[in-house]
């Protein structure tokens, strides 16, 4: 079982900034954190940002200019700094990792991040 500890989410006002931390005990060989998604009722998961071992990033349309991925290869965390925050950014946000052991993708259990007045 993947040991994964999401955290950062909250409420926020529009405008403001929020910081999501996904981190894991297990070394980076081993499980590989790919980046953020996230997910509003009855829509698909999307992918927010994701950023890879040699720290390439690729961001949604969206977040450009406002969301930044970064990694702290030491701790095995990767972070999603989230500034200017809008309404519409309002989600559960899941941090998705590779795991080479069973050569597959597992999730977190998500954080709820509300962006509201």
């Known amino acids: 079982q993947v040991q994964l500890e999401e955290s950062g989410g909250g409420l926020v006002q529009p405008g403001g900034s929020l910081r999501l931390s996904c981190a894991t005990p297990?070394?980076?060989?081993?499980?590989?954190?790919k980046g953020w998604y996230r997910q509003t009722p009855g829509k698909q998961r999307e992918l927010v940002a994701s950023?890879?071992?040699?720290?390439?990033?690729v961001y949604a349309d969206s977040v450009k200019g406002r969301f930044t991925i970064s990694r702290d290869n030491a701790k095995n965390t990767v972070y999603l700094q989230m500034n200017n925050l809008k309404p519409e950014d309002t989600a559960v946000y899941y941090c998705?990792?590779?795991?080479?052991?069973?050569?597959?993708?597992?999730w977190g259990q998500g954080t709820q991040v509300t962006v509201s007045s």
């Open positions: 297990t070394s980076s060989s081993i499980i590989k954190i």
């Open positions: 950023i890879s071992s040699a720290g390439s990033t």
């Open positions: 998705n990792v590779y795991d080479t052991y069973y050569a597959a993708d597992f």
